[in-house]
């Protein structure tokens, strides 16, 4: 009786606690629960500013320059690879919104010049709330700009990037399954941090030897080998696509009910502004797929996911050039502090429910997902899927800055101009940023004529 007592006492105070969270968080340590290293926070001290008006690449640059953190933050880092006996790469997941793109632009500067062998991998995220056109012209204008400069300043800086943020997550195709509140940070960082998470795995796996029989993975990679095989072969392309399902429908029974669709058909992008279906012979793609299931609620061995992958491959109309997939049988766990981001036909360990119910609701096969949320106390595991695709896909991305560069910084009598000055640019800081993001338009379309265009 005692012990049924204190458990219905925990299930109250975690219900409590999940509320609170839903309705009171406003920053990332509301929720966190990492202890983290004394070396591991740096506080940019001495900025009068508040967050809002921390706004633009040339702020953030200024405030890194400024004083001695360019110093301490590098002698951090430092001490961190100095405990690696041999560092694999560095993952750099920076908010490339406001300022804080600048404090990365810079960082990553002094990265490239004192660790020359050391790749990074950059993902470049943003909240929906910050993507959408401001009302106001040369907020408008400044936004565009700093787009351009941010993208074209960091990947300058890194062997692959992965820009990551949708208008809205609410409206996309990958909130199939999720209730997603586009105003709520706590929930966009969620599916973001998940993404990451899932198709870094690899990284992570132990190298399986020649003697062993049985293995819960396949697949491992490093960064740089991710690096090689993305943008060092082919095109060598270093704009990359995260795709993601979350979670995904088991491999045999469920895909039968949900459009016949395959586990890679369903995989949904979270980078902005990619062509849908374009056909690329030259693609190159690393799949990662994690505690899926066969059937029901059974667990795929790695061998039938394998399977199941291949034959997705082997049946598609579009291929890639090359592929390579990572799998392990364990799931992406949701404790606590995770938000309540799952809709009602998300089971306990992430299996997909009532698909038949649901979709005779619905003539459109769009399931009805919105009645309730479901949270780490009612979802405790997902299977997970995620690809990263160096494709032709994301020249949108790359043209639109490119082309907002040239209109609004570049060009006689551009808007912007004083912008880029006061951010620290010069015209020949401009027509250098333009001439790094046209070599990308022409590693992605080789005739293209975007390099030699005239910016006047």
Same mark, same amino acid.
């Given at each position: 009786?005692?012990?049924?007592?204190?458990?219905?006492?925990?299930?109250?105070?975690?219900?409590?606690?999940?509320?609170?969270?839903?309705?009171?968080?406003?920053?990332?340590?509301?929720?966190?629960?990492?202890?983290?290293?004394?070396?591991?926070?740096?506080?940019?001290?001495?900025?009068?500013?508040?967050?809002?008006?921390?706004?633009?690449?040339?702020?953030?640059?200024?405030?890194?320059?400024?004083?001695?953190?360019?110093?301490?933050?590098?002698?951090?880092?430092?001490?961190?690879?100095?405990?690696?006996?041999?560092?694999?790469?560095?993952?750099?997941?920076?908010?490339?919104?406001?300022?804080?793109?600048?404090?990365?632009?810079?960082?990553?500067?002094?990265?490239?010049?004192?660790?020359?062998? $050391?790749?990074?991998? #950059?993902?470049?995220?943003? =909240?929906? +709330?910050?993507?959408?056109?401001?009302?106001?012209?040369?907020? &408008? %204008?400044?936004?565009?700009?700093?787009?351009?400069?941010?993208?074209?300043?960091?990947?300058?800086?890194?062997?692959?990037?992965?820009?990551?943020?949708?208008?809205?997550?609410?409206?996309?195709?990958?909130?199939?399954?999720?209730?997603?509140?586009?105003?709520?940070?706590?929930?966009?960082?969620?599916?973001?941090?998940?993404?990451?998470?899932?198709?870094?795995?690899?990284?992570?796996?132990?190298?399986?030897?020649?003697?062993?029989?049985?293995?819960?993975?396949?697949?491992?990679?490093?960064?740089?080998?991710?690096?090689?095989?993305?943008?060092?072969?082919?095109?060598?392309?270093?704009?990359?696509?995260?795709?993601?399902?979350?979670?995904?429908?088991?491999?045999?029974?469920?895909?039968?009910?949900?459009?016949?669709?395959?586990?890679?058909? $369903?995989?949904?992008? #979270?980078?902005?502004?990619? =062509?849908? +279906?374009?056909?690329?012979?030259?693609?190159?793609?690393?799949? &990662? %797929?994690?505690?899926?299931?066969?059937?029901?609620?059974?667990?795929?061995?790695?061998?039938?996911?394998?399977?199941?992958?291949?034959?997705?491959?082997?049946?598609?109309?579009?291929?890639?050039?090359?592929?390579?997939?990572?799998?392990?049988?364990?799931?992406?766990?949701?404790?606590?502090?995770?938000?309540?981001?799952?809709?009602?036909?998300?089971?306990?360990?992430?299996?997909?429910?009532?698909?038949?119910?649901?979709?005779?609701?619905?003539?459109?096969?769009?399931?009805?997902?919105?009645?309730?949320?479901?949270?780490?106390?009612?979802?405790?595991?997902?299977?997970?899927?995620?690809?990263?695709?160096?494709?032709?896909?994301?020249?949108?991305?790359?043209?639109?800055?490119?082309?907002?560069?040239?209109?609004?910084?570049?060009?006689?009598?551009?808007?912007?101009?004083?912008?880029?000055?006061?951010?620290?640019?010069?015209?020949?800081?401009?027509?250098?940023?333009?001439? &790094?993001?046209?070599?990308?338009?022409?590693?992605?379309?080789?005739?293209?004529?975007?390099?030699?265009?005239?910016?006047?």
């Amino acid at each position: 009786m005692e012990q049924n007592e204190n458990d219905s006492h925990t299930e109250v105070e975690d219900k409590d606690i999940v509320e609170s969270l839903e309705n009171g968080v406003e920053h990332w340590t509301d929720f966190s629960k990492v202890h983290y290293h004394p070396q591991s926070l740096y506080e940019l001290s001495g900025l009068w500013i508040d967050l809002n008006s921390f706004n633009n690449y040339g702020i953030g640059r200024d405030s890194f320059s400024g004083g001695l953190h360019a110093e301490e933050i590098n002698e951090r880092l430092r001490f961190f690879l100095e405990e690696c006996d041999s560092p694999q790469g560095i993952q750099f997941i920076v908010d490339d919104y406001g300022g804080f793109s600048g404090v990365a632009g810079e960082f990553l500067e002094n990265i490239a010049d004192e660790y020359t062998n $050391i790749p990074v991998l #950059l993902y470049s995220v943003r =909240s929906p +709330d910050l993507c959408g056109d401001s009302t106001n012209r040369k907020m &408008t %204008v400044s936004r565009k700009l700093h787009d351009a400069v941010s993208f074209a300043k960091l990947a300058s800086f890194c062997k692959l990037i992965v820009p990551l943020g949708l208008p809205s997550l609410h409206t996309s195709r990958i909130a199939k399954y999720l209730c997603l509140d586009d105003s709520k940070a706590y929930h966009s960082s969620a599916v973001y941090a998940s993404a990451i998470h899932s198709i870094s795995l690899p990284f992570r796996m132990q190298q399986i030897g020649p003697s062993a029989q049985l293995s819960n993975t396949c697949g491992e990679l490093n960064i740089n080998d991710l690096v090689k095989m993305l943008a060092g072969q082919g095109r060598q392309n270093m704009v990359t696509i995260l795709d993601v399902a979350m979670p995904p429908p088991s491999l045999m029974t469920d895909i039968k009910k949900v459009e016949q669709k395959s586990l890679l058909e $369903i995989l949904q992008p #979270l980078t902005p502004e990619t =062509s849908q +279906d374009v056909e690329d012979m030259h693609s190159l793609e690393s799949v &990662t %797929v994690h505690g899926a299931f066969a059937s029901g609620c059974v667990r795929a061995s790695v061998s039938q996911v394998k399977e199941a992958v291949q034959s997705a491959y082997i049946n598609a109309v579009k291929r890639p050039k090359f592929s390579h997939l990572s799998v392990s049988q364990c799931p992406l766990p949701i404790p606590l502090p995770f938000p309540s981001i799952f809709g009602n036909l998300v089971g306990r360990n992430g299996e997909l429910l009532s698909l038949d119910n649901n979709n005779s609701n619905n003539n459109k096969g769009i399931l009805d997902n919105s009645s309730s949320r479901r949270g780490s106390l009612e979802v405790h595991s997902i299977p997970m899927a995620a690809r990263l695709r160096s494709s032709i896909a994301v020249l949108p991305f790359v043209e639109n800055r490119l082309v907002n560069l040239r209109k609004f910084g570049i060009a006689r009598g551009a808007l912007g101009s004083e912008i880029l000055t006061s951010w620290g640019f010069g015209k020949d800081d401009a027509q250098d940023l333009a001439e &790094t993001l046209s070599n990308m338009v022409l590693t992605l379309k080789p005739y293209s004529q975007g390099s030699s265009s005239d910016s006047d």
